[in-house]
Structure formats: structure tokens, C-alpha cells
């Protein structure tokens, strides 16, 4: 993962930056989208993988921000009267950098510090087993770009490890 992310930010940072600058000193960007690739996910999927990222720009190239995803899925048995429920959340605080590369398109890559947390419940007949928790420090790259059709509205896409390894969806700049 760390090659990929390496290579495809070596890539942006070879192209001509003459564009108009697409993110500015103060501008606020929310995105919430739906990832394609879970982390952390067994049987099927209850909740696919949803994301919400803020980042806000401190100058006209750099912006720090917060993310926050969850996803569940579940493992039925029920041929044997049971079944096993997963729940994964991550929260972490992020900073990247911006490309200016195009005109409506912004272009960056970043790191992410944060927190996960893991559950597991088991749902059937019976004593219930010990319903497991684990949680530790997160910690990802990242590279994305973000479309603008106007001032305000755009959609985009992320690469990285977080909830999932492809985030997409929309994104609102204020």
C-alpha cells in the first residue's frame, strides 16, 4: 500500500502547477461518501462503509482536518440458530497537502493520525460468549482528488487506508 500511495504521489508532484489555485487559505471542505474495499469487514456487509472528512485550509496548499467512518457486517448461521456481529469505527485527525494541477480539480495527499475501535456481539440461543472489544492507535496515508462543478458542490475520491481502502462520494466547499 505505502508503494502505491509513494508512486501515485510522486506522480502528482511531476505534473505543471500553473493552474489556478483550486484550494485557498480558510476554505472549508466536507466530503461523505461510501467505501468500496472494507478494512475491517466478515461475512456480509450490514453497513457498507460510510465516511465524513473535514478539512479546513490554513494556507493555499495546506489544510488539516478530522475523519470519522464506521462499517458493520455480520456472519449468520442460521442453519445452527446464531450469528456473530462486527462493528468497526475510526477517528482520526489528518493534514495534507494540495496540487494545484487543473481548473475545478483538487488534487492531495496526507497522513491521518487517529483511533480505531472493533467490536464483535454474538446473537443466538444460549450463554452468550464474551463480546470482544479492541481499539489502538490508526495511523494511514492518503491521496485523493475532488471535482468541483461550481463554488459549493463536487464529488470526489480518496485512496487510502481507512475504513476503506476507496472512499467516493460528495463533497460541499464553504
Do not use: C
Not at 458542490?153 to 463533497?171: H, K, M, R, S
Amino acid at each position: 500500500m505505502r508503494k502505491v500511495l509513494f508512486v501515485l504521489a510522486f506522480a502528482l508532484i511531476g505534473f505543471n502547477y500553473s493552474a489556478q489555485a483550486q484550494f485557498e487559505k480558510g476554505q472549508v471542505d466536507a466530503n461523505i461518501g461510501i467505501g468500496l474495499g472494507a478494512t475491517f469487514a466478515t461475512g456480509t456487509l450490514d453497513l457498507p462503509p460510510v465516511s465524513l472528512a473535514l478539512d479546513f485550509g490554513v494556507s493555499d496548499n495546506l489544510s488539516i482536518g478530522a475523519y470519522l467512518g464506521y462499517s458493520a457486517s455480520k456472519e449468520d448461521f442460521s442453519g445452527f440458530g446464531y450469528s456473530w456481529k462486527y462493528t468497526y469505527m475510526i477517528a482520526g485527525a489528518r493534514g495534507a497537502y494540495h496540487f494545484d494541477l487543473a481548473d475545478q480539480l483538487d488534487t492531495y495527499a496526507g497522513v491521518m493520525l487517529g483511533y480505531n475501535i472493533a467490536s464483535v456481539k454474538y446473537d443466538g440461543p444460549g450463554a452468550s460468549p464474551a463480546s470482544p472489544k479492541a481499539g489502538g492507535i490508526a495511523y494511514a496515508g492518503f491521496a485523493g482528488a475532488r471535482y468541483h462543478f461550481g463554488d459549493t458542490f463536487g464529488v470526489y475520491a480518496e485512496l487510502g487506508y481507512g475504513i476503506a481502502l476507496l472512499n467516493a462520494g460528495l463533497t460541499l466547499k464553504f
